[in-house]
């Protein structure tokens, strides 16, 4: 059964960092397909970055520069680095995994499981 718990959410100030965390268990971050995703209040769920075999990254136009998705294989786990964050960063962050891996994608259609989510709010 695979598990992906999120952890990491806050509330900032503009201009703040956050690191978020994904733990994966019965699923392997090694040389696969993960995604972090966002989904603010009234809105659709937007993918924010993609890793896929362990260095292969690509990021949405509004957070590249400022975000960074990166793994830890020895802890299963998977990351996103949110550096000078903004109030429309403001979300529900979720991290997805791939099954088969198949390639970096940004379409949560493309995502077989899911996180339960974690909020950050960037406050002006």
């Known amino acids: 059964q695979v598990q992906l718990v999120e952890s990491g959410g806050g509330s900032v100030q503009a201009g703040g960092s956050l690191r978020l965390s994904c733990a994966a268990s019965?699923?392997?971050?090694?040389?696969?397909?993960m995604g972090w995703f966002r989904q603010a209040s009234g809105a659709e769920r937007e993918g924010v970055a993609a890793?896929?075999?362990?260095?292969?990254?690509f990021y949405a136009d509004s957070v590249r520069g400022r975000f960074t998705i990166s793994i830890d294989n020895a802890k299963n786990t998977l990351y996103l680095q949110m550096n000078n964050l903004k109030p429309e960063d403001t979300a529900m962050y979720y991290c997805?995994?791939?099954?088969?891996?198949?390639?970096?994608?940004?379409?949560?259609?493309?995502?077989?499981?899911w996180g339960q989510g974690t909020q950050v709010t960037v406050s002006s």
């Open positions: 019965g699923y392997t971050v090694r040389s696969n397909s």
């Open positions: 890793i896929y075999n362990d260095v292969q990254t």
């Open positions: 997805a995994a791939r099954h088969p891996p198949a390639g970096w994608s940004l379409a949560p259609y493309a995502y077989r499981y």
